[in-house]
């Protein structure tokens, strides 16, 4: 096994599992380091380093123990950046399994092409209609993305993801918390990522704004705050 082998390995937890589900963690760990190798992410770190702290985000934190799960979880990426792996998928671990990834993938990124009016909408459509246990994959993501956001360069792609979060992502999570434990977990560890972010935007423009008595200065919410709703 070479290092990344062991890393995929451990991050799944599969050195408990049944024989059978071993052989098909080895095939998924061998796809995912096929398809994500040579991407990186915005933040500048390997792509697959990502996936796997989904997956870590999804058995520590999430209480997630189904190995079809994690490595759903392991392999969620995969057909946004490699959008014609699904024969390659469907041939090595089935096309049910496919069919898993294709739920929480965006259609244009399917259907390989840009991103048009109305896809934004269509996506929160698609993930508000997901099974439990493909939307804490996604929310496991979110997760995963809102503590990595520090690292990316872009602050207009960093407020975005903090609107997204606030006007779509975190009401599905809250209005959802009630169908699995695991549901009522992401809502919590997703709602304390986003509260932990707004603090430190509050942090900031206070210092920017008001010097040193900015701590003793009460800041108002933005407008698509859930905190205005709860």
Known sequence: MTDLERAVWSALGAASWEPGQQTTARTCAAIAMTLY?????????????????????LREELGVVCPTALMTGLLHDVLE??????????????????????????DHRLEQRAK???DRQAWRE?????????LLIRLADRIHNTRDLDNSPD???????????????LP???ARRADTPQLAAAYRVLR??????????????DHVLHGTDGQYRRPGLPPN???RHS
């Open 37 to 57: 190798g040579g991407h990186t992410r915005d933040q500048g770190t390997p792509y697959i380093e990502h996936p796997m702290a989904v997956v870590e985000i």
């Open 81 to 106: 950046i490699n959008p014609g792996a699904g024969d390659l998928i469907g041939r090595r671990l089935g096309p049910r399994f496919a069919n898993r990834l294709a739920d929480i993938t965006p």
């Open 116 to 118: 048009g009016p109305g």
């Open 126 to 134: 698609k993930t508000a209609a997901l099974e439990p246990v493909p």
């Open 155 to 169: 602050a207009a792609r960093r407020a975005r993801f903090l609107d997204d979060l606030a006007a779509f992502y």
């Open 172 to 174: 599905l999570a809250e």
């Open 192 to 205: 304390r990522e986003y509260d932990t972010h707004q603090e430190e935007r509050r942090d900031g423009a």
């Open 225 to 227: 705050d859930p905190q």
